[in-house]
């Protein structure tokens, strides 16, 4: 990417509506955890166990930058035990806490501004509309021309593919998009989910697990009412 934005922080970016401040529809949740693995493995924070399966743990020593990377780590430091990609994305995505931290690095970077309110004067809310929309739109700019059929795979930012692909699987690549633009880009979006980035087989393996915690997520939401109801 361009900018000096994280991946988290880039993701964030495109799951919120620019008016609302709120949230897309979709997985955010998921897809942040899915980028906040990445950014750890790009530190060499995490350590793989080697196992055929492999697990992973956080080590100690490792020096990440700013408050929301600093707080996955530290988590994953306190849990201290080995687990599969996958489990540790389950688990983050479900720590409402991080995505705050993330918000006021964003509020810091003068991208977002911070709106508190109380629906019905009674349950506190927070927004993020944003303040300064150049930011975000550089990383637009960025992601058309990847998903442009004609510039070859290899030569796509690394980071921009990663961003993409985990924006797509968290369900607000297309919000962001021009909608022929994201009709036309089916074939390519299937060839970026397979491609090397970085050219390693780990980030596939990051954003293999940030999918299949994700469709573990629709299939529990299927599977449960059925369950219920009968």
């Known amino acids: 990417m361009q900018s000096s934005l994280t991946l988290p922080q880039a993701l964030m970016l495109l799951a919120l509506r620019d008016d609302k401040g709120s949230l897309h529809a979709g997985y955010f949740p998921q897809a942040l955890a899915g980028a906040s693995l990445t950014e750890l493995l790009l530190a060499e924070a995490l350590e793989s166990d080697g196992a055929a399966k492999a697990k992973f743990t956080c080590n100690t020593i490792a020096k990440v930058d700013g408050k929301f990377l600093s707080a996955i780590a530290d988590y994953m430091v306190q849990d ?6 996958k489990s ?3 688990r983050l995505s479900q720590k409402s806490k991080f995505i705050n931290i993330l918000a006021e690095e964003l509020c810091e970077l003068g991208a977002v501004t911070e709106e508190k309110s109380k629906l019905l004067g ?3 809310q927070t927004r993020w509309p944003t303040q300064d929309g150049r930011v975000e739109a550089q990383l637009i700019e960025e992601i058309n021309a990847a998903l442009d059929p004609n510039q070859p795979l290899i030569n796509i930012d690394d980071k921009i593919g990663l961003l993409i692909v985990l924006a797509e699987a968290g369900g607000f690549l297309k919000p962001n998009l021009d909608k022929e633009l994201y009709k036309a880009s089916k074939e390519r979006l299937k060839e970026m989910k397979k491609a090397e980035f970085l050219n390693s087989k780990a980030f596939v393996k990051v954003i293999e697990e940030t999918q299949a915690a994700i469709i573990g997520i629709i299939v529990a939401a ?3 009412p059925a369950v219920t109801a009968g």
Do not use: F
Request: charged fraction near 20%; charge should be positive; glycine fraction near 0%.
């Open 88 to 90: 540790w994305a389950e």
């Open 80 to 85: 201290s035990k080995p687990r599969p990609l």
């Open 222 to 224: 299927a599977v449960v």
């Open 122 to 124: 009674l349950i506190p």
